[in-house]
C-alpha cells in the first residue's frame, strides 16, 4: 500500500457521518434533542441542527469551486454513503497505510450545551465510530470525541474510549469553553488522564463553533469564507499553543503529547519566537512558572500537521527540524487533494528522511504505534 516506497500514516482522516448516527448511538435519555439532518434525502449528512444550532454555521458562501471538484472526485464514495468500505477503498487509492479517524461537524460545540448532554453526543459518535473501524482494525483507528465543557467527564469518556473502545487518541477543539482556558487549572483532570493513559491530546479546530471566545464568528456579520476559513484554523491553533506552552500545561504533565492539526505549520517558528520574546520579558510576573521556554516545551512534547502542499514547510524544517511534523491528506473534505495528496507532498522541497519521518516515523510515535 506505500506510496514510493514510503509507508504512509494519515494522522487526520475525515469520516462523513451517517444521517442516523445519533438515532442509532445517542443516549436514549437525549432522544428528543437528538442532532438530526437537514437533508433527508441522502445516506450522510451534510447539515446538522441541534437544539436549534446549525451546523456547519454559515461564515460565506463556502467554497464553491472546490466543492464542485470534491462532487466530482467523490462521487463513488457518496454513492457508498462514505461507510468502511469505501473508507479503506480510498486509503488504497491515496496510498495510505494506517489512518487515524476524526469527526467532521463538531456537533458539540455550543457553550450553552450542559455538559451532560455535550459529553453524550460525544459518547455517541465514539461508539459509531468503534462500530465503523471495526470492519479494518488494522488499518483504521479512531480519535476520540471530547469536549471541555466539563473536563472530569471528559477524562472519563477518553479513559472509557482508550480501554473500552481501543481508541488511541483524543481530539477536540481548540478554544475555549464558556470562557475558561486550556490552561486554568479547571482542565487539569484531562490532561492528567490522558497523561496517565499514554495517549495524545489533538486540538482540531472547525469553522462553526457557537462561542464567544471562537475567532471566526466575527466574520458573522459580514461573511466572508476567504477571510474566516483562512484564518481560523490557524489562530486558534496559535493560541491553544500559547496556552499549553505558556500557560504551563505541558510543565505540569511533562508526559503529555499534544497534536495541532489541520491549521498549517509554517507560521510555527514565528509564533515560538514570539512565545519565547514575550515569556523572557514577562517570566517573572506571570502566573505559570516554567523551567523552560514555551518552545522547549512544544519542540519535547508537540506535534504539527503539514498540509500536502504546502511548500513553506522547508523553512520550518531549516529553523525547527523535522521532528514535530505529521502527515494529513483531509480527505474526504472539499479542500482535500485526494486522490493527490500524498504525491503532491512527495513534491515538497524536503529530503527523503523528512518526508519518511513525517508521513510515518514522527506519526507513529505521536499515537504510540510500532
Known sequence: MSR???????????????????????DP????????????????????IVDGYGFPRPIGRGRP??????????????????????????????????AVLFRTLPVVCVDAFDPE???????GWNDWAADFVRPAPDRMKAAALLTLHDATLAAQELRRAVTQLGFVAGQLMPNPVNGVNLHDPKMDPLWEEA?????????????????DTHFVNRFLTRPSATMAGGLNNPVEL????????????????????????EGNCSWLPWLLWRIDEFWQMSKSGETAKLQGLPSEY???????????DEDQVEWVVKKLGDDTLVFSTDYPHSDSHFPEATSLFLKLP?????????????????YGFN
Open 4 to 26: 514510493n516506497g514510503f509507508r504512509v500514516l494519515d494522522s487526520d482522516l475525515h469520516v462523513i457521518e451517517p444521517r442516523d448516527l445519533y438515532e442509532r448511538y445517542l
Open 29 to 48: 435519555r437525549y432522544k428528543a434533542r437528538a442532532p438530526r439532518p437537514l437533508d433527508s434525502r441522502q445516506a450522510y449528512v451534510s447539515n446538522w
Open 65 to 98: 469551486d472546490a466543492e464542485a471538484r470534491a462532487n466530482a472526485v467523490l462521487k463513488d464514495y457518496a454513492a457508498a454513503g462514505f461507510d468502511s468500505a469505501s473508507q479503506v477503498k480510498a486509503m488504497d487509492v491515496e496510498g495510505l497505510d494506517v
Open 117 to 123: 448532554f455535550a459529553v453524550a453526543l460525544c459518547r
Open 195 to 211: 497523561q496517565r493513559l499514554g495517549v495524545p491530546i489533538c486540538f482540531h479546530p472547525a469553522p462553526n463553533n457557537y462561542s
Open 238 to 261: 496559535m493560541a491553544a499553543i500559547a496556552s499549553m506552552t505558556a500557560g504551563g500545561v505541558l510543565e505540569r504533565f511533562p508526559r503529555l503529547k499534544v497534536a495541532f492539526l
Open 298 to 308: 512544544f519542540l519535547r512534547q508537540c506535534f504539527i500537521s503539514v498540509d500536502v
Open 350 to 366: 524536503l529530503s527523503e528522511e523528512s518526508k519518511r519521518k513525517i508521513l510515518w516515523d514522527n506519526c507513529a510515535r505521536l
